[in-house]
């Protein structure tokens, strides 16, 4: 709980120094993404996608990646463990 608290709220922190324009499309990795990965709304402004935190942007959307992963698998550990209880079984 603790891990994936910090890592979404380092990353969300990241994300909201990011400037403003700078956009998917200024992660490499971001067309592995599908339509996520198209631009749009977040195209790049002039000048702005080497400012300030704008490289920050891939690994914050990594650690937020990974903090829903670390949800959903705790969330189905403890969904198991308590699938006795909701089906009247215990």
């Known amino acids: 709980g603790k891990v994936k608290a910090a890592l979404t ?6 994300m909201l120094l990011v400037p403003e324009g700078v956009g998917l499309e200024t992660v ?5 993404l ?9 195209n790049i402004a002039e000048g702005v996608a080497n400012a300030g935190w704008s490289f920050m942007l891939g690994p ?17 550990v403890y969904f198991r463990a308590a699938l006795p209880v909701l089906l009247g079984k215990e």
Do not use: C, Q, R
């Open 34 to 42: 599908g339509p996520l990965g198209v631009g749009g709304a977040g």
């Open 60 to 76: 914050s959307l990594l650690m937020l990646f990974a903090s829903a992963i670390i949800t959903v698998t705790s969330g189905s």
């Open 9 to 14: 709220m380092i990353s969300l922190t990241i």
């Open 28 to 32: 490499s990795w971001a067309k592995f």
